[in-house]
């Protein structure tokens, strides 16, 4: 059974930095891409970062400018790093596992439906 669970959120001032863990099970990181996505308060899901067969790949430059995916597939475990904290970076963040994709960037779009979910850790950020 896949699972995947999300810690290290909290409160945070902005300018602060944050690293969230997803540790996994169930799947082997050699199959599998696992990406990070957010929920901010009345807004859409969006994609962030994610990482298949060891490759990153970032949203967009916004994004890769301070936030950076890493993996310990001795722990079986995903790292998110987030620096420069932003009021607006606050949100509910997800990592989400699936089957190694053909183009990379679907693990990171959250219209790709990817099959497993955590619950996700929340981060707010005060200004």
């Known amino acids: 059974e896949v699972q995947l669970v999300e810690s290290g959120g909290g409160l945070v001032q902005a300018g602060g930095a944050l690293r969230l863990s997803c540790a996994a099970s169930?799947?082997?990181?050699?199959?599998?891409?696992i990406g990070w996505f957010r929920q901010a308060p009345g807004k859409a899901r969006e994609g962030i970062s994610c990482?298949?067969?060891?490759?990153?790949?970032y949203v967009d430059s916004s994004v890769k400018g301070r936030f950076t995916i890493s993996s310990d597939n001795a722990k079986n475990a995903v790292y998110l790093q987030i620096n420069n904290l932003k009021p607006e970076d606050t949100a509910v963040y997800y990592c989400?596992?699936?089957?190694?994709?053909?183009?990379?960037?679907?693990?990171?779009?959250?219209?790709?439906?990817?099959?497993?979910w955590g619950k996700g850790t929340l981060v707010t950020v005060s200004s």
């Open positions: 990482i298949s067969k060891g490759r990153k790949y």
């Open positions: 989400a596992a699936d089957w190694n994709p053909t183009y990379i960037s679907s693990c990171a779009d959250p219209s790709y439906g990817m099959s497993h």
């Open positions: 169930g799947f082997s990181f050699d199959d599998y891409a």
